[in-house]
């Protein structure tokens, strides 16, 4: 039986990854309540104890402001950690699997991202996670994934945001000249599952299908939701976030096509399946 550590286990990705486990896999899940990451000495005792034949690392500091903020802990929490987790990896020889991101990318392409495409971050969110891929790639058994605007039933998401606001609120603003593709996470976990245990190695990326902007995904979550609020489309400047985000950074996956595997659900379809199975939920909760 295969031995699987999942870091951030208790994240959103996390979460969904272990409970879409296949039944012959023996998952350890970790987060930071086991040891922070960022600390020395902490992967390699983890490693050591548990002996994992792969990990899939997911834990990181994913507070695109928060880094924004403060570069250092952005850095501290999303690189060095996982510059020691790949050090510990490499002592045992075991497979890393790490989750990264869109925000590695400018987004000034006009078309959607390959895996070799130019890296170059907006913000130190995306400096964090790049510093991290550099050290993982390193790893002779090793595969960057990177996902994009992830949302599910485990933890904070803008649809699940969206539609808590959208019940206490006539009018929603919503950002309409940022693009991407909604992945949701137990849509992702399945495939991640699939990644763990093959032998392919270097950057992937792994989106659901389509493109859409923020303003796009709220109004079809408000929709689906049956509620009559307004969604209305701003500009990314009116918004005024402290962050640079990229402003189209699709990630193509045609590689994970190449490799012979269906897509992840087209976006609205995995949208409109996570809004009429959590509404009750975010209801209860709002
Ligand atoms: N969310 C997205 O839209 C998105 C998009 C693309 C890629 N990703 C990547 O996907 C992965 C999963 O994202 P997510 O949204 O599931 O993240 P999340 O919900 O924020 O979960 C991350 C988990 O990692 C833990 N953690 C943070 N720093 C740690 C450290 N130094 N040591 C040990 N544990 C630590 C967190 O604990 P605390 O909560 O206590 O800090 C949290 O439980 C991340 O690598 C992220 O960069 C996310």
């Known amino acids: 039986m295969a031995r699987v550590m999942v870091t951030g286990a208790q994240g ?12 012959s896999v023996d998952v350890v899940p970790v987060d930071i309540n086991d040891g922070d990451l960022s600390q020395p000495g902490v992967a390699a005792k983890l490693i050591s104890e548990h002996s994992p034949d792969a990990v899939v690392h997911c834990a990181a ?3 695109v402001d928060g880094c924004t903020r403060d570069p250092d802990r952005a850095m ?3 690189a ?3 510059e020691l987790l790949a050090q510990a990896c490499m002592a045992i020889g075991n497979r890393l699997v790490y989750i990264s991101t869109d925000y590695v990318f400018p987004g000034t392409l006009g078309r959607p991202y390959r895996e070799h495409d130019r890296v170059g971050p907006l913000n130190p969110y995306g400096e964090s996670k790049l510093r991290g891929e550099r050290a993982v790639a390193r790893l002779p058994d090793h595969c960057i994934v990177r996902t994009q605007w992830l949302y599910g039933p485990a933890g904070k998401n803008f649809v699940a945001t969206i539609l808590r606001a959208a019940q206490s609120r006539a009018e929603l603003r919503v950002v309409a000249d940022e693009y991407g593709s909604p992945t949701l996470t ?3 976990a399945s495939a991640l599952w699939i990644v763990a245990a093959s032998d392919v190695t270097g950057v992937l990326h792994l989106t659901g299908q389509g493109i859409c902007s923020w303003f796009q995904l709220a109004r079809l979550a408000v929709r689906e939701a049956g509620l009559t609020t ?4 701003i500009s990314s400047a009116d918004w005024g976030s402290v962050t640079s985000r990229p402003r189209y950074a699709p990630l193509a996956n045609d590689r994970w096509a190449d490799l012979g595997q269906p897509s992840l659900r087209p976006w609205q379809e995995a949208a409109a399946w996570y809004v009429r199975s959590t509404i009750g939920d975010l209801v209860a909760r709002a």
């Open 230 to 233: 307004r969604v209305c489309p």
């Open 12 to 23: 959103m990705l996390g979460v969904a990854l272990c409970l879409a486990a296949p039944p």
């Open 76 to 78: 501290t929490n999303n």
């Open 80 to 82: 060095v950690a996982t």
């Open 186 to 188: 137990t849509d992702l």
């Open 61 to 63: 500091w994913t507070d």
